[in-house]
Structures are given as structure tokens and as C-alpha cells.
């Protein structure tokens, strides 16, 4: 009987390696990125055209590769980290694995140029599908420059499994953002389609926040810090009302390597309780620091997932500095980057401010003066004080002709009259529960509202009963779902037109999305760099702040697009029905609700709202006579 198992040639080993590593560009880019920082750059530069698939290459400063490290960094589990098994658990450094170069060379066209400090001449070496091509001497400046052309070239199907340039542009952002965040220190900058999207010089870890997300960012930020002897915690959160719907701005690095933990998230955002909605994220940048031997960094190819070996530990240390920072953040509400916010108690040094605090506290409702006399206002038995004496307050002042003062005196004896006040309560008037009766008469008919929630209509056979919001949600979502497939929306100028600043994830999702916004009735210019202009909304959308109606439609297209699998048209429909529709606590007249319930009833599919629950309800004539039935 033949033998029929076989060892795989190296291409089809490294291809199938490269399916764990390199599942898009953004997961190559991460592999070089983190590369460049091990090799010591204070410099890298990015460039990507086509989202990826036609070019990414990284550039930077760092100490460069021999020779034969040059061409021994392609082969598989080829390492500069590991020596012994040990090794394994000590590593504080990105890659260790050597599989991240072999796995991009055996699905891209590669071509890296390194050189040595103090080398006259480089290295170039060139690989397609694993395959050497040409290694030479070449003339390039100190460090390493790896271009990946054609990803995916020689696997069809995995390229054709690659989403929009916009999606893969947005990972590409985000892999790149993680990276820079975690090392400030380091200048970055990064081009796409020869368009500079980040410039960011070296500095602190607040202005690289800033330089990455935003100048809106420099406001809103709370340091936040905390040293254990299992745990060091350091970074920034962002202030309650600054968090959003979407995920996305969440970063945890341990030991500077960024992970995904949905465990630590909830930690930090347990610490918001009660200061923002349960449906909300915050935003964070933390950085923990601890000891490699009580975390297992080996678990997930992409070394995104860790383990620790005492999770509950993490996660109260995590709880509990987040809540020390929000603390102090109501003591000091504004952040200067120079200072640590965490511990600034000068107020408390301030004597002034100390005896303005214990005289309010030493306050005593039966010895009042001048300046706190009106507190007696605070008794819920409160008996007018005595007036007398306050012609002091004019005393060096002079009267004038044909004074008031003398009016507001007469005044005042006339009020001085009766210690109590009483008004009249039309709760005493006779006729009051007719007039109320008679009110409410009037204003009954065929359709009311319940609580301002719900939209109560009469029928011959019977009564329904609609959600106001999910009503109108499904009738601006199939409103919305036509004017997009016409092209046929209407817009009205904006008579102050608005811009807004965009992170540049952001900005290319916008760009991505333009031509849908123009046919629902956005009228948007670019306007300046990651900036827009907003020059008119949709015609029928009632808009009081044109920039926030934008920035919550942008936001929850976001959230559907991480939730729901749904194509750009749809998705912007859904987006915009739900932030412009009417919410519960909005008041209708009769006839607005009496609209509302005949444009129901001409959609497609009026049972349902956009989330699955249910428009209507119907309560027939024999369903209620049931509940009197004897």
C-alpha cells in the first residue's frame, strides 16, 4: 500500500501561515509597523495607494539588517527574540515568532532595501509568492524600506474576499493609530494616494491623542493614573459626555502591545455607571504595565487576545483608577497637559477659599445677616422678617427728583400689613372641574396621544394603538430608501453654513458615502484638510444644529455598520431615519398624528419598525367588550 502523507512544499506552508497573519492589508502593515519600532526608528513613514492592494510600504531610521538577516528575516520561524523556551515568557517586544515576513512574501510582491549604521552600501532583495527574485548591493539611506506590491496576487480568491477601499483604508487607519499611540516618542507619518493624512511629530502622550483624533480632543481629555505593586496604570480617559454610541476608540496596550478585552472595557466602563448611558462607550487610552510572566501573549495569531493569570486583580485595579481619575475630574474639570490632574489639591491650601467654605458651613438660620438673610427663604415655615432698617442701604446716596424710591416705600408699608400671604387656588373655584371637563372635551377625538409616546386611533372595528418613534422611523426609512435609488432628494441651504473636523477614519468614510448623501439632500464641500462644509440638509428634515445632525448621523451609520451587515444605501437610510425621527416626549396635534397614521399604512411594510419590534398594535371591538364580559 503507497505511502500518502507528505510534507507541503515551503510556498504552500507559508500561504496557508499567511491566512492566520495576513487576513487584509491593514494586518501586513501592523507586521512592518511593529517591525520598524523593534528595529529602533525614531522615524517611519507610511504609504499606502489603493487601500492596500496596490502598494504599502514602510520606511524607517532604524538600525537596518545585514546581509544574511536580510534574507534569513523571510524564512519561517526565523527569530531574533527567542533563544530558549523560556524566552517565551519574557518577551516585551512586538513579533517573536518569525512567520510575519515569510507569510507577506508568500502572497505580495516584495521588495525591501536595508542598510546598517555605518555601512557604505545596503542590501536589496526582491520576492514574489516566496520566490527570490534578485538580491543585490544597493545605495539607500540607513534603516529599512519594505514595499508589499499586489497583495494577494497569486491567490484570486482571498483578493476577491477583500472589502471596499473605504473598509480596508479604515483598518488600514486604525492599525496605524494603534501603533503611533503606543509610542509617542517615535515621529510618524502616513500617505495615501500621495495625500497626507498624519503628520505626527514626537512628544507626550496627550499630544499624540491629539494629533491623532483631534484638536476637540485637547478639552475633553482626564489623566489617569494608578501604581500597584502587581499592576502600573497609566494614561487618559475622555470625559461622560464625550462618550459615543460606536466602538472604536478604545485602546488597551499592556507592556505597549495593543489588545482587544471586552472583560477590561467592561471594568472601565463600569466606572462610568451613572454618569453616561449603559448603551455608550467611552474613550480611553490606558496603558498597563506588568511583569511578561503573568500574561500569556501566545494565545491568538495576531497577538491581539492576552491572558493574565489574575484577571479579577486587573480588572479592580483597572475599575478603581478610572474612578479615582472621574473624581478628580469633577474637582478640576478643565486639563492642563502640564499638570497631573489626579492630584491637584491646591484648593485645599487656598485659606481664602477654606474660610469662605467654613463659614457657609458654620451658617445658622437664627443669626442672619445682610448677606445671608435670604436664606430664611429655605423654611418650609418661613415668616416674613422684619423690613425695618433697610432705608440704610441708601444712606450716602442721593435721592432723585420725583423718586420711585418713595413709591417702593409706600409699597413695601402696604405689604408690611400681613405677616402671610395667601393666593387664591382655583382648586376652591366651583366651576373649575367643569371648565376642566369641558377642556378635555374639546380636545378628545379620534386620534390623542398617550404620554406623548404612543398615537391612539379609532376605528370602526376596533382601536390601534402606535409607537410614535418606530412609526415614523419606518416611514423616513422607506422615504429615505426611494429618494436613493432616484436620486431625488431635496435639499434647503443652510443660512449659516457650517464646517466640521473629521478624523481622517472619518473623513475617508464621508468621501466613501458622498454620492449617497447628495441623493438623500446633503450638500457637503471639502474644506481644508479631514475638513467639510456643510452647505444644505435634507428639504424635509427639521433641523436645529446642522453639524450635530450630521455628527449623529455619522455615528450611528458607524454603529450599524459594526452591528449589521448592510450595504451603504440602506445603512445611510436606517442611519438618518433613526436620528432625524420623532422621539418618545415629542407633542403632535391631532392633525400631525392623524398624518402619521395614513403615511403608515401607505408603506411597504408598515407591521414593522427598523429594529423588529412592532408599529402598531389592534385592539378589535370583541377583544375589548371581553375584558367587561360577565
Known amino acids: 500500500m503507497n505511502d500518502i502523507i507528505q510534507l507541503l512544499p515551503d510556498a504552500i506552508a507559508n500561504q496557508i501561515a499567511a491566512g492566520e497573519v495576513v487576513q487584509r492589508p491593514a494586518s501586513a502593515l501592523k507586521e512592518m509597523l511593529e517591525n520598524a519600532v523593534d528595529a529602533g526608528a525614531t522615524q517611519i513613514q507610511v504609504i499606502v495607494k489603493d487601500a492596500g492592494k496596490a502598494l504599502m510600504q514602510v520606511i524607517d531610521n532604524g538600525k537596518g539588517m545585514s546581509l544574511t538577516d536580510a534574507r534569513m528575516c523571510f524564512e519561517r520561524h526565523a527569530t531574533s527574540k527567542i533563544r530558549t523556551s523560556e524566552d517565551l515568557f519574557s518577551i516585551r517586544t512586538f513579533g517573536f515568532r518569525g ?4 507569510s507577506i512574501a508568500a ?8 542598510r546598517q549604521q555605518g555601512e557604505e552600501l545596503g542590501t536589496l532583495i526582491q520576492i514574489e509568492g516566496s520566490e527570490f527574485k534578485k538580491q543585490e548591493p544597493t545605495s539607500c539611506p540607513e534603516g529599512t524600506s519594505i514595499a508589499v506590491k499586489n497583495l494577494f496576487f497569486n491567490v484570486p480568491a482571498r483578493r476577491n474576499f477583500l472589502k471596499s477601499n473605504a473598509v480596508e483604508m479604515k483598518h488600514l487607519v486604525e492599525e496605524f493609530q494603534r501603533v503611533a499611540l503606543a509610542y509617542p ?20 502622550l496627550s499630544q499624540r491623542i491629539v494629533g491623532v483624533f483631534g484638536k476637540s480632543y485637547q478639552s475633553n481629555l482626564v489623566s489617569c493614573q494608578e501604581n500597584t505593586p502587581h499592576l502600573n496604570i497609566q494614561g487618559y480617559i475622555g470625559k461622560p459626555d464625550t462618550a459615543r454610541k460606536t466602538r472604536g476608540e478604545q485602546y488597551f496596550f499592556v507592556n505597549n502591545r495593543y489588545i482587544r478585552s471586552n472583560y477590561l472595557h467592561h471594568a472601565v466602563a463600569n466606572a462610568y455607571e451613572g454618569l453616561m448611558p449603559s448603551d455608550m462607550h467611552p474613550f480611553y487610552v490606558l496603558f498597563l504595565e506588568i511583569d511578561p510572566t503573568h500574561i500569556d501573549i ?3 495569531p495576531t497577538k491581539t487576545e492576552i491572558k493574565f493569570d489574575d484577571e479579577r486583580t486587573v480588572y479592580a485595579v483597572i475599575r478603581a483608577a478610572v474612578k479615582q481619575a472621574l473624581g478628580a475630574h469633577l474637582v478640576v474639570p478643565t486639563i492642563d ?13 487656598d485659606q481664602t477659599r477654606k474660610d469662605d467654605v467654613d463659614r457657609e458651613n458654620s451658617y445658622k438660620p437664627d443669626d442672619l445677616s445682610k448677606e445671608n438673610a435670604y436664606k430664611s427663604f429655605q423654611s418650609s415655615t418661613f415668616k416674613k422678617q422684619s ?7 441708601f444712606e450716602g446716596h442721593e435721592k432723585p427728583s420725583g423718586s420711585s424710591v418713595d413709591q417702593y416705600r409706600n409699597d413695601n408699608k402696604k405689604e408690611e400689613d400681613t405677616d402671610i400671604l395667601t393666593f387664591s387656588s382655583k382648586a376652591n373655584d366651583q366651576s373649575a372641574g367643569a371648565n376642566v371637563f369641558h377642556e378635555q372635551q374639546e380636545n378628545t377625538g379620534a386620534t390623542f396621544q398617550v404620554e406623548q409616546s404612543y398615537i391612539v386611533a379609532q376605528m370602526s372595528s376596533g382601536v390601534l394603538i402606535l409607537d410614535q418613534q418606530a412609526t415614523h422611523e419606518r416611514i423616513l426609512y422607506e422615504r429615505y430608501i426611494k429618494q436613493l435609488n432616484n436620486s431625488a432628494g431635496a435639499s434647503q441651504q443652510c443660512l ?15 468621501m466613501d458615502i458622498k454620492e449617497e448623501l447628495l441623493s438623500l439632500g446633503f450638500v457637503i464641500e471639502v474644506f481644508g484638510k479631514e475638513t467639510i462644509l456643510i452647505q444644505g440638509v435634507p428639504a424635509n428634515v427639521q433641523a436645529q444644529n446642522e453639524k450635530a445632525l450630521f455628527e449623529g448621523l455619522l455615528e450611528q451609520f458607524k454603529h450599524f455598520k459594526s452591528e449589521l451587515s448592510l450595504d451603504k444605501r440602506e445603512n445611510l437610510a436606517r442611519s438618518l431615519a433613526k436620528k432625524s425621527s420623532l422621539k418618545k416626549g415629542s ?7 392623524e398624518t402619521l397614521v395614513g403615511q403608515l399604512f401607505a408603506c411597504q411594510n408598515p407591521n414593522y419598525g427598523l429594529s423588529g419590534n412592532k408599529t402598531f398594535v389592534k385592539l378589535d371591538l370583541n377583544k375589548i367588550h371581553a375584558f367587561f364580559a360577565r
Request: without cysteine; proline residues 4%; negative net charge.
Open 99 to 102: 512567520e510575519a515576513m515569510a
Open 337 to 349: 497637559f502640564s499638570m497631573d490632574v489626579n492630584f491637584n489639591e491646591n484648593w485645599k491650601n
Open 185 to 204: 516618542g517615535i515621529a510618524f507619518s502616513f500617505y495615501q494616494n500621495d495625500m497626507e493624512l498624519f503628520s505626527l511629530t514626537s512628544g507626550k
Open 496 to 510: 449659516f453654513p457650517q464646517h466640521i473636523q473629521l478624523s481622517p477614519a472619518d473623513f475617508v468614510l464621508v
Open 387 to 393: 423690613t425695618s432698617g433697610w432705608e440704610r442701604l
Open 587 to 593: 407633542k403632535l396635534d391631532p392633525s400631525e398624528m
Open 298 to 300: 501566545n494565545v491568538h
Open 107 to 114: 502572497v505580495a510582491q516584495v521588495e525591501m532595501k536595508t
